[in-house]
Nanobody, 117 residues
Framework: QVQLVESGGGLVQPGGSLRLSCAAS????????MGWYRQAPGKQRELVAT???????NYADSVKGRFTAARDNAKNTLFLQMISLKPEDTAVYYC???????????WGQGTQVTVSS
């Protein structure tokens, strides 16, 4: 059974930082392209960042320079370090795992990030 379990969300003031984690089980983690997505109220889910098994990253323009995706293939864990948070970063953040050739795509249950004073 595949599980992606996010943690680390919460309430933070503008300018603050948070670190999200995603623990994966039931997949060969190193074979998957991992990603973070977010969905704000009333908006569509959007890409935040992706990271390949080798560590190559891709970011949405809105988070470049503020968010950093990382992964530990030995511990089957994905991370998202977020700094200089803004109110517009408020959303539910989802972990995603996508196999590049086997058409397998998995999602976590999401973790809420709220940026507010």
């Amino acid at each position: 059974q595949v599980q992606l379990v996010e943690s680390g969300g919460g309430l933070v003031q503008p300018g603050g930082s948070l670190r999200l984690s995603c623990a994966a089980s039931g997949i060969i983690f190193r074979s998957y392209i991992m990603g973070w997505y977010r969905q704000a109220p009333g908006k569509q889910r959007e890409l935040v960042a992706t990271i390949t098994s080798g560590g190559s990253t891709n970011y949405a323009d809105s988070v470049k320079g503020r968010f950093t995706a990382a992964r530990d293939n030995a511990k089957n864990t994905l991370f998202l370090q977020m700094i200089s948070l803004k109110p517009e970063d408020t959303a539910v953040y989802y972990c995603n795992g996508r196999h590049p050739t086997l058409a397998r795509d998995y999602w976590g249950q999401g973790t809420q990030v709220t940026v507010s004073s």
